[in-house]
């Protein structure tokens, strides 16, 4: 990666997490509830069984409104957990798992059920920033990417569909994608 395209990325993460941060908390709310809404509403989400979805950090999309609502709809969550050697798992998250904080300040259950990253069918996938062709930002430590990369060799993204939310805020007007970067399927913002 370029030095050049490197500083701009991180530009666009400063410039993105700052206007996300800048939302006052109940707009916040509210538009985490419009996120949603939309996602529950969708056939690809009511089609699921398994739904691999990020525990929200501050600022971020709340995903707490959507996992309780999937449970409620008897789907079973699972939630990102990371292990040595920068590999990222999903284990479930039930209504009684005992939570504790990893190394990044990211909530993750201490124990459950494991499932592999293929078996998911959608993804709620934590966004910094993202364009208008469905690039996404992340916080830069590629764990998503690493986790989904045989996405990468399909000609279309089938199984498991990668769904961003973010708030309409964090939307810039380009992102030059690196070779490795995967793609989402769709990203839902408080105006889709």
């Known amino acids: ?24 908390p109940e707009q916040r709310a509210s538009a985490s509830a419009k996120i949603a809404d939309t996602v529950v509403r969708s056939p690809w989400f009511r089609r699921s069984r398994y739904i691999g979805c990020y525990l929200p950090m501050p600022d971020e999309v709340d995903t707490w409104p959507l996992i309780g609502r999937a449970w409620r709809m008897k789907k079973r969550i699972f939630v990102p957990v990371i292990e040595k050697k920068f590999v990222m798992r999903f284990r479930e998250l039930t209504a009684d798992s005992d939570l504790r904080v990893n190394k990044f300040g990211i909530f993750e259950p201490e124990c459950g059920a494991s499932i592999e990253t293929r078996a998911l069918d959608i993804v709620i996938t934590p966004v910094v920033a993202f364009d208008k062709k469905h690039h996404r930002l992340g916080m830069g430590g590629g764990y998503y990417d690493r986790a989904f990369s045989f996405l990468k060799d399909r000609k279309q993204l089938f199984h498991p569909k990668l769904i961003g939310v973010a708030f309409s805020c964090q939307q810039v007007e380009k992102i030059v994608p690196n070779p490795w970067d995967i793609r989402i399927f769709r990203l839902i913002d408080e105006s889709s």
């Open 1 to 24: 990666m370029a030095a050049n395209h490197k500083g701009e990325l991180a530009a666009m993460r400063r410039s993105a997490r700052a206007a996300r941060a800048a939302m006052h």
